[in-house]
Nanobody, 125 residues
Framework: EVQLVESGGGLVQTGGSLTLSCAAY????????IGWSRQALGKEREGISASSSDELTTYYLDSVRGRFTISKDSAKNAMYLQMNNLKPEDTAVYYCAVGGLTDENGVVRVTAEYWGQGAQVTVTS
C-alpha cells in the first residue's frame, strides 16, 4: 500500500525544537520531490518547504527560512522537517507531501501525489 506516515508532532514552548518525520511505504521517495505544508486553525494550507528529488533545489517560506530544515534519508525512505526556534505562530497541522515540483515566480511548491495524515504542532508562549 502506498502511504506516507507522519510522526513527531507535539507540544513545545516558544524557542523550542521539534523534528517531524514522514516515512514512505510502497514507493521510492528518491523518485519524487518532497515538501511540507501546514494549516493553522481557520487559515488556508500554506507550503513552507520543498526540495527537488536531487536536492539541488530547496525552498523555504520566508517566515520559516533559517529556522526550519527539510531533509531526507534515502536508506530509511523517509523525509524530515527539523524545526528550531519555534514560535506560537508556527502552531498548525503539518503535512508532508511528495510529487512533482513547480516554480512560480520563485515560489517552489510540490504538486502532491501523496500526502501524509498530518501532525499537530502546538507552540505555547
Amino acid at each position: 500500500e502506498v502511504q506516507l506516515v507522519e510522526s513527531g508532532g507535539g507540544l513545545v514552548q516558544t524557542g523550542g525544537s521539534l523534528t517531524l518525520s514522514c516515512a514512505a511505504y510502497g514507493f521510492n521517495l528518491d523518485n519524487y520531490a518532497i515538501g511540507w505544508s501546514r494549516q493553522a486553525l481557520g487559515k488556508e494550507r500554506e507550503g513552507i518547504s520543498a526540495s527537488s528529488s536531487d536536492e539541488l533545489t530547496t525552498y523555504y517560506l520566508d517566515s520559516v527560512r533559517g529556522r526550519f530544515t527539510i531533509s531526507k534519508d534515502s536508506a530509511k525512505n523517509a523525509m524530515y522537517l527539523q524545526m528550531n526556534n519555534l514560535k506560537p505562530e508556527d502552531t498548525a497541522v503539518y503535512y508532508c507531501a511528495v510529487g512533482g515540483l513547480t516554480d512560480e515566480n520563485g515560489v517552489v511548491r510540490v504538486t502532491a501525489e501523496y500526502w501524509g495524515q498530518g501532525a499537530q504542532v502546538t507552540v505555547t508562549s
